[in-house]
């Protein structure tokens, strides 16, 4: 572990979003079979926290059409907290069906987006969580919100913080005990992190919060860093940097969880994960996709990685 930075948590959570978020826009379907061999990569990298699949409509987003199989698959696993995004009534009761151990309830801090994304004004995704909260009562299934575009949106542009505010208050209003905020169009700052992390604190009363970076424009990390200083210990992140809203134009991925392990534990964080195994599932998943990935750390490895000196040329002049 490297030195630890004074102010930073000794700790932090990771949630791996790759099997939803990182693989929702891929345009080949990914088979069943290659989703759970790379959730169980990730699982034996020491990840237990995962955002497995949504339960939306074939249609709208065709890579999730087997969320039910690819939930099943490891809805035993009593070590693992398996989360779905829900996007309405009809999905609820499917995750439900399926067994998830909670359901992610997302809506838009900017209007234009939620019709984009959901096709639904902000209000009328309020509603409905609503229904969904009467439906979940009874179950043992928890209810988490996310709120996407809370940095900023790709039509309306800044997205004033009242907004966000409002719509975790009434997160918290609803039950929920655990609050994303969704960098979905990759413009967060390390001072919108701040901004909107102090504003937050004083009404999430026992609410938990979670920061979900994007690295469209390449500083993904150090909105790690923003969190991390404010005392956030809970990050999302997709293997390989996989990812990017299919509903965003110039949408790119997220940030990836192997880079945002080596961060962390060379802060002095830990994470409870095995870096070596999480480089092996980046590069599981670039053969499973057969293209190149954006992580870096999968293409470096770790820091004090040496190599013989025979291994590059010497200068000559």
Known sequence: ????????????????????????????????????????????????????????????????????????????????????LVPNMRGAEAAIEAGVDAMVLFASASESHNLKNVNRSRAGSLAGFSEIARLAEGTGIRLQGAIATAFGCPFEGDVDVGAVVDQARAYVDLGMDHITLGDTTGMATPALVIERVQELKPILADAGLALHFHNTRGVGLACVYAGLSQGITHYESSIGGLGGCPFVPRATGNIATEDLAYLLVESGVETGTDLDRLIEAAQLAERILDRELPGQVMKAGHRLRTAPMDSVRTANG
Do not use: C, W
């Not at 099943?72 to 907290?81: E, M, T, V």
């Open 1 to 84: 572990m490297g030195a630890v930075i004074a102010g930073f948590p000794d700790r932090a959570v990771i949630t791996e979003v790759g099997p939803r978020d990182g693989l929702q826009s891929e345009p080949a379907f990914v088979s069943t079979s290659e989703k759970i061999r790379l959730i169980q990569a990730l699982l034996d990298a020491g990840l237990r926290r995962f955002e497995i699949t949504s339960f939306v409509s074939p249609k709208a987003v065709p890579q999730m059409r087997d969320a039910a199989e690819v939930l099943a698959a490891f809805r035993d696993r009593k070590d693992a907290h398996l989360t779905a």
